[in-house]
């Protein structure tokens, strides 16, 4: 299938440039797109791609692929919308985009939201047992704990490719107009501007889980942060069957490393998931089930999610097998981030506007 990126920054060198490059089994990559030319040109090597391109416009007027990948950072909406509108299929990083207003824009199309975790094998194998137990009905508790070191850290060893020849006043404008998306959400506080950043940003993760385990929380009951932005971060409510989840995020920027830990409290035992860095390749997470006399069984599996995601995104395009996530499941994602935010703004007397009031 030949594929076009959208984006050459961190995540995309560091993940996947070399997935795609053991993967041309599944994807032939036709071009690429970034901001800096520099960056272009350094995947479009890596890669082999014979389109280079600094303006999404140019890139999917010329064509010559089937879908799209689309890695960049910040809001999505927009990008998806042209490549959609395009007749493009489109695997999308979260977040899918920044309000909801912009995924009501979205046109009919072929749309998948990455959530790579949703596609880990311990995840998936988790999702197997809970169904067995009884599912989120056995549920007493979701006790999720997030440390994460900055992100230059994780990608020390990445060698990445550094982008210096971009307008300044061109990033600037893009800045202004993500804030002004973020405003559109949830009003002007620079209080809930940051909480509402972590929440779409490196929360979702455990939110996109927690719709695979137990469905969406359907309320938030208790919203707290603490040091300075982004510190930590506390959530908690009630899960939409029973039991309750709560949510620890840590910015922790010299911790040694990346460290998530979701455990599943159920009537008779705990399944613990601990994932390690998402950077790297074929790092196992590991699940442990804790059962009946405290029997211990961990479960290891080196499948690549990120890999696994990209198959199922083949299978999606050529074969009509449904995403995990779709613009429902995103959308669902973005009310959650947005009742965060409104909680938290309610507790500390912030004023709340846009979408979340």
Known sequence: MRIALIGCGAVTQAVYVPLLSRRRDLFEVAAVCDLSRTLADAVGDRLGAPGRYTALEDMLDAGGFEAVLVLASGSHGETV?????????????????????EVAELPEGRLMVGYMKQYDPAVRR?????????????IRAV????????????LAFANLTQARDVDPGLLASLRAAERELVTRAVGGSAAVHSLYGIALGSICHDLSLL???????????????????????????????????????????DYPAYRETVAIHHDTGTLELVFPSPYLMNAPTVLTVVSGAESRTEYR???EAFETQLAAFHAFVNDGKPPLTDAAGALEDIVTAQRIAARYAAQHELPIGGEAA
Request: glycine residues 10%.
């Open 301 to 303: 599996d080196v499948t």
């Open 81 to 101: 919308r042209r490549a959609l509108a395009a007749g493009y299929a489109v695997l999308c990083e979260k977040p899918l985009a920044l309000t909801r207003a």
């Open 211 to 253: 719709r695979r385990f137990t469905g969406s929380p359907a309320e938030v009951s208790h919203v707290e942060t603490w040091d300075p932005a982004p510190g930590s971060v506390e959530i908690s409510g009630p899960l939409p069957e029973r039991g309750r989840y709560s949510i620890r995020w840590h910015y922790l920027e």
């Open 126 to 138: 988790a999702e197997e047992l809970l169904a067995e137990l009884g599912g989120p009905g056995v």
């Open 143 to 154: 006790e999720v704990t997030v440390l994460h070191p900055s992100g230059e850290s994780q």
